[in-house]
């Protein structure tokens, strides 16, 4: 053993003085370094199980939050498709008495009318602003919907007819959008739809009617431009207000003829076909509005 080695001291004792009050003798406790780590151990022990008892329960709060919000949208959305389930019903009800009054004022004028025929889709250029539907109930009640608003629009047109007739108005008739604003065939109908982008299942609200680049473009009806310029997503558009609440759209044009604030007539050349904006390929976007709704064209071309 070396002699000259020192000895590594052990840890000094540490001394605990405590003075209860002036009439009682001070207590001396010795405590070791080894006690000391013990208690230091002990509370440092405690004091992390206090902090992940705190954490847990603030935690469990939040957790408890989440659930109570998830709970109260379930029931918001519950409330919301009841709604619309309710609004469906009523707008069955109107359609029945609407149709109840069609026939009747049918007979009455001794009118017999057929069904008209729909144009079957063909390949061409496809495009314009897709609609993205939900699941399950949300879809079906969005598909229902659209289907009775095309019925009443449907219904609308020929209870007009009939009194224009009776009245012989044919300024009703030169407004209405039954010309065909190209002679291609259609490539996409209004509808349920697979997206020319992403293939899933959408709602397109107009018609794709494949013609070549540079064919002429005619309106449907008499009436008075109220838009002639670049629209996003439908390229070079032209939309003709004709009275008695219709509108027409005509996108994805090369050309337009006319300005904002012309009156045109049935027939009259408005623009060129194109494949500007969001296009697959040349064609004509033709969408109609009746009182702000978007319906299907084919309730009015021939």
Known sequence: ?????????????????????INNKPRNYDLS????????????????TFIILVYSHFTGLNDLRNVHNIKMESQAKTATIQQMEQEINDMKTQQEEIERKQQEIKKLMGVQTDDADKNSP?????????????KDEEAANFILVKEIKNSLARQ????????????????????????????????????????????????????DIKESVGADIVAAADGEVIYADWMAVYGKTVVIEHGNGLQSKYAHAS???????EKVEKGDIIARVGNTGLSTGPHLHFSIMKQDQLVDPLIYLP
């Open 1 to 21: 053993m070396n002699p000259f080695k020192k000895k590594k001291k052990a840890g000094l004792p540490v001394t605990l003085l405590i003075i209860p009050d």
């Open 255 to 261: 050309a337009l003829l006319v300005k904002k604030g």
């Open 33 to 48: 370094s080894k006690i000391i780590k013990v208690l230091l151990g002990t509370a440092g022990s405690f004091v992390l």
């Open 156 to 207: 609308d047109k020929e209870l007009g007819d009939m009194l224009a007739q009776v009245s012989n108005d044919q300024e009703y008739f030169r407004a209405l959008p039954n010309q065909w604003p190209v002679n291609g065939e259609i490539s996409s109908e209004y509808g349920l739809r697979e997206s020319p982008w992403n293939g899933k299942e959408t709602f397109h609200e107009g018609i």
């Open 122 to 134: 063909s390949r061409g250029g496809q495009g314009g602003e897709d609609r993205h539907i939900g």
